[in-house]
C-alpha cells in the first residue's frame, strides 16, 4: 500500500520556469523526504523536512509541508534541463519502514 | 568513499532458480534497506535492518531473504526466482537514531532482474 501519492504523474516545463509537484500522504508522520532519480540511475537525497517544519529551503528547492492536511510540495525554481528526472517523496512514521510514492516525471526542455 | 555498491548490475534467472543479490556501504551506517521498484509502482520495501544481527520486513517480504552478519553487508537472496519478481532491486543506507529514522538514504545503483 502506497502512502505518498505525488501530482502531478508527469509534468513538462521550459527551462528556467518554475515547476511544483505535491504529495500526499494517510497517516502521521516522522518526517517527509525527497528524492531525484535520474533514468536507470539510483535515488538521491533532496531534502528532509520534519513534522515540526512548515517550511524548508536548498538552494532552488522549496519543500511546505501541511501536517493538517498530510501533503507536501517541492518547488524548483528557474529549472533547467539538468532538473529533468522523477521526483518521489518518501514519510516515514515513527519505525523504520519508509514509504516512497509513485513519482512524478518532471521534463525541462530547453 | 564508495558509498553503496550493488552486485551484479543486471542479472537474468530462470523461474525456480535461486540467487543472491549483494549490498555493501563503507559509511558505517547502522540502518540498510532493500527495495523494488516496478513501472508505475515506485519504490516498496521488502526488509531492512537497523543492525548487525537485527533484520525485519517491509512491504512485500515474500519470496526474499535477508540476514546482516557485519555492518557493511546486507545480501538479499531470492529463494525460488518467479516472473513476478522481474524488477529493478535497489539497496540503501543510512545514520538511524533511537526509534525515529530521520536521516537520508543513499541509495545504490540498483541490480536489473529477469525472470523468465
Known amino acids: 500500500s502506497q502512502q505518498g501519492e505525488e501530482d502531478p504523474q508527469a509534468l513538462s516545463i521550459q527551462e528556467g520556469e518554475n515547476a511544483t509537484m505535491n504529495c500526499s500522504y494517510k497517516?502521521?508522520?516522522?518526517?517527509l523526504q525527497w528524492y531525484r532519480q535520474n533514468s536507470g540511475r539510483g535515488l538521491v537525497h533532496l531534502i528532509l523536512i520534519r513534522s515540526n517544519e512548515r517550511e524548508k529551503h536548498s538552494g532552488r528547492l522549496r519543500v511546505t509541508l501541511d501536517t493538517s492536511k498530510k501533503s507536501s510540495s517541492l518547488l524548483i525554481t528557474a529549472s533547467r534541463a539538468a532538473d529533468t528526472a522523477s521526483y518521489f517523496c518518501?514519510?516515514?512514521?515513527?519505525?523504520?519502514?519508509?514509504?516512497f510514492g509513485t513519482g512524478t516525471r518532471l521534463k525541462v526542455l530547453a | 568513499n564508495a558509498g553503496v555498491t550493488q552486485t551484479p548490475k543486471f542479472q537474468v534467472l530462470k523461474t525456480g532458480q535461486s540467487m543472491t543479490l549483494q549490498c555493501a556501504q563503507d559509511m558505517n551506517h547502522e540502518y540498510m534497506s532493500w527495495y523494488r521498484q516496478d513501472p508505475g509502482m515506485g519504490l516498496r520495501l521488502i526488509h531492512y535492518s537497523v543492525g548487525a544481527g537485527i533484520t525485519d520486513q517491509g512491504e512485500v517480504p515474500n519470496g526474499y531473504n535477508v540476514s546482516r552478519s557485519t555492518t557493511e553487508d546486507f545480501p538479499l537472496r531470492l529463494l525460488s526466482a518467479a516472473p513476478s519478481q522481474t524488477s529493478v532491486y535497489f539497496c540503501a543506507s543510512s545514520y538511524s537514531s533511537g526509534t525515529a529514522h530521520s536521516y537520508e538514504q543513499y541509495f545504490g545503483p540498483g541490480t536489473r532482474l529477469t525472470v523468465t
Open positions: 518518501a514519510t516515514a512514521s515513527g519505525t523504520y519502514k519508509y514509504i
Open positions: 497517516t502521521s508522520i516522522n518526517n
